[in-house]
């Protein structure tokens, strides 16, 4: 499944209330128990690894803002639906797809039905997030999913029938990862535009805790080459150099006396 083309292209796209009126009082009623705590943000993220022929992808998955794409993501990572899928879809400077193609062309038989589509639930296709790929059909999406590589402001629009595409998860780990896919060249195989020429494949993916979450980001950024530090500003001298002393200007010349007016002869 692509992403709708006209996109790609864009680039080319009370409960009522029961009355109690002649009814029996009801007995004292015991008090009731505080109110459970709502989970907090960090609580309700899930996470996930997506291990490719280019490196480790690690993923926060958002269930509080889209329980029922997560849930239908990470089930098919518990089935290992994705391993020995390829990333089948890279346009530069928009996203990377995969989830549903094998490198031998052969489209994957998902196993579970399409999902209502979440996409106006507050989270944005900018780069680096997750969003399911899907047909015209607004509720059409399975398996397939996008990487954006930059913001794409356009996907948050009602731009294919008549809704945007849902964002339920983000990179928090891995973008060169995925910038190196991105710079994958590409190819049309299998009557697909945009597969690259060079397979990259995921080889396992699987669902991990925060702990190996976290594990995993501090150990990719303890990889990451130091970024070179900036040449230091030259120092200012300590003192501002004296200012030269003004040249004397000589003195005038003197006017010689006149001489004395010869004297008479007498």
Request: aromatic share 6%.
């Amino acid at each position: 499944m692509r992403l709708i083309a006209s996109i790609a292209v864009a680039a080319f796209s009370i409960a009522s209330l029961a009355s109690a009126q002649g009814t029996p009082a009801a007995a004292p009623t015991a008090p009731a128990a505080p109110a459970a705590k709502a989970p907090t943000a960090s609580a309700s993220m899930e996470y996930a690894v997506m291990r490719t022929s280019k490196g480790d992808i690690v993923i926060e998955l958002d269930r509080a803002k889209a329980p029922i794409t997560v849930e239908n993501f990470a089930g098919y990572i518990k089935e290992g639906f994705f391993d020995g899928t390829v990333f089948h879809r890279v346009v530069p400077n928009f996203v990377i797809q995969g989830g549903g193609f094998t490198a031998a062309g052969e489209q994957k038989k998902t196993t579970k039905a399409p999902i209502s589509n979440e996409w106006q639930n507050g989270l944005k296709n900018k780069r680096g997030t997750l969003s399911m790929a899907r047909t015209n059909d607004p509720n059409s999406a399975s398996s397939q999913f996008f990487i954006s590589l930059k913001d794409n402001d356009m996907l948050d629009q009602p731009i294919s029938g008549g809704a945007g595409y849902a964002v339920f998860g983000s990179v928090i780990s891995g973008m060169d990862i995925v910038d190196a896919i991105a710079r994958a060249r590409t190819t049309v195989r299998f009557g697909m535009r945009d597969w690259p020429v060079e397979d990259v494949s995921v080889t396992k993916a699987e669902m991990i805790s925060k702990a190996d979450a976290d594990k995993l980001v501090a150990e990719a950024k303890a990889k990451a080459p130091a970024k070179p530090q900036a040449p230091a500003k030259p120092q200012a001298p300590a003192a501002a150099p004296a200012t030269p002393e003004k040249p004397v200007t000589p003195a005038a010349p003197t006017t010689p006396a006149a001489p004395a007016a010869p004297k008479k002869q007498g």
